[in-house]
């Protein structure tokens, strides 16, 4: 739990030091197409994510996958405040997975109640992409099974374990 909560923790610290737009991806993601077609995507909005409003779990609605945060107030007081809710929860030892999307959409509630939700950008399953379609522009495997034998024999994954075989070659 420590490492997929705790970056954002590290990304505000590291936005403090140097405030420009920061992206952060998933450990297990790889770019398929050029990283700049997602500085494209964000546009002028303060932060950009894939959101997935069709499900029901408060942890599942917004995406931690690829996270964007432009240098502008609201980008940066989202993030302040995502950071200080994981780690408050870090201090009591009580991470629990998907603490970090569930912190996502609690400070952005806060915030909206507050008006001062940052704007967002929502990124589409092109950029955010779990197919490994040819056109999408970050690659994401994820899910319990995504080491299996059986995943790695997934037509789809195949495209996926490739490009990242090309990465973990010595």
Known sequence: AYFHAVRFVRLYQFMRRAPREVWMLDVDALFNRSATDLFTLRGDADVAFRARPGRFEPWNQFNAS???????????????????????????????????????????????????????????????????????????????????????????????????NRYAQP
């Open 66 to 164: 690829v996270v964007g945060i432009a240098p502008t107030a609201a980008g940066i007081t989202y993030l302040r405040l995502l950071a200080g809710d994981i780690a408050h929860f870090h201090r009591k030892n009580a991470l629990a997975w998907g603490i970090d999307q569930l912190a996502m959409l609690n400070v952005f509630r806060f915030l909206q109640e507050t008006h001062q939700a940052p704007t967002l950008a929502l990124l589409d399953d092109a950029a955010v992409d779990y197919d490994y379609r040819t056109d999408g522009v970050v690659w994401c495997n994820s899910g319990g099974a995504k080491l299996s034998a059986a995943a790695s024999e997934d037509p789809a994954r195949a495209r996926f374990y490739e490009a990242f």
